[in-house]
C-alpha cells in the first residue's frame, strides 16, 4: 500500500503571504493526485486533482505542482478563509489513501 | 442542487451492527463511483470503500469482511452496512461522490458512529 506524508503538521502564516504544503507518495503515483480544503465544522471540498488541475470554481491562487512521489500545493496571497486543514489523496490503485493533513494557521 | 446527505449513525455496542445511509438529490447516484471516507475527530482520512459505477466494490483490509457497499438506484441512495463493530470504527463517516474526471468532488456532511460499551 502506497504511504502519504504531509509536511509539515502544522504552518504558521500571515495573511498576503503564501504558503507552500508538501506531500510525498512512498512509491510513484503518477499524477494521480488530488488536494481537498477542509475548514472546522465542515467537510472536505475538493481543490486539485491530476496534481495540477484546479477544481471547479477554485480561484488561481491555490496551484499544485508534482508528479511521481513529490507533489506541491500553494497557496499564494493567503485571504481568511484558507486557514484551514489540507488533505493529499492518491488514486493511482487501491486503496486509495490520503495523507495525515496540514493545518495552516494565522501567524 | 447537488448534494449529499447522510443518516443512521449512533452509538453501538463493540460487536454490533450498524447501517448508514446517503441520500444523494441533483443527480443521478449510480452513474457515479461513490465513495464512504471516514474521520477520526482531529485526525486525518481514511477511505472505506467503494462500489464502482458498474456495481464492482472495494475496500480496504480494515474493514473487508465486516463492511458492505451497496446502492438502490430507485432511492437514488447509497448504503454501509457495518457489521463486527470495534471501537476503531468511531469516526465520523462521509458519503462522497467519484469526480467525472478524478478526485472525490462531492462530500456528505458526515454522520457519527460511536463504538463503546
Known amino acids: 500500500e502506497i504511504v502519504m506524508t504531509q509536511s509539515p503538521a502544522t504552518l504558521s502564516v500571515s495573511p498576503g503571504e503564501s504558503a507552500t504544503l508538501s506531500c510525498r507518495a512512498s512509491?510513484?503515483?503518477?499524477?494521480?493526485l488530488a488536494w481537498y480544503q477542509q475548514k472546522p465544522g465542515q467537510a472536505p471540498s475538493l481543490l486539485i486533482y491530476g496534481a495540477s488541475t484546479r477544481a471547479t470554481g477554485i480561484p488561481a491562487r491555490f496551484s499544485g505542482s508534482g508528479s511521481g512521489t513529490e507533489f506541491t500545493l500553494t497557496i499564494s496571497s493567503l485571504q481568511s478563509e484558507d486557514f484551514a486543514v489540507y488533505h493529499c489523496?492518491?488514486?493511482?490503485?487501491?486503496?486509495?489513501?490520503f495523507g495525515q493533513g496540514t493545518k495552516v494557521e494565522i501567524k | 442542487e447537488v448534494q449529499l446527505v447522510e443518516s443512521g449513525g449512533g452509538l453501538v455496542q463493540p460487536g454490533g451492527s450498524l447501517r448508514l445511509s446517503c441520500a444523494a438529490s441533483?443527480?443521478?447516484?449510480?452513474?457515479?463511483?461513490m465513495h464512504w471516507v471516514r474521520q477520526v475527530t482531529g485526525k486525518g482520512l481514511e477511505w472505506v470503500s467503494t462500489i464502482g459505477s458498474l456495481g464492482d466494490s472495494h475496500y480496504p483490509g480494515s474493514v473487508k469482511g465486516r463492511f458492505t457497499i451497496s446502492r438502490e438506484n430507485a432511492k437514488n441512495s447509497l448504503y454501509l452496512q457495518m457489521n463486527s463493530l470495534r471501537a476503531g470504527d468511531t469516526a465520523v463517516y462521509h458519503c462522497?461522490?467519484?469526480?467525472?474526471?478524478?478526485?472525490?468532488?462531492?462530500w456528505g456532511q458526515g454522520t457519527t458512529v460511536t463504538v463503546s460499551s
Open positions: 489523496q492518491h488514486y493511482n490503485n487501491w486503496p486509495p489513501r
Open positions: 462522497v461522490r467519484g469526480a467525472d474526471v478524478d478526485g472525490f468532488d462531492i
Open positions: 512509491q510513484s503515483v503518477g499524477s494521480n
Open positions: 441533483g443527480f443521478t447516484l449510480s452513474r457515479y463511483d
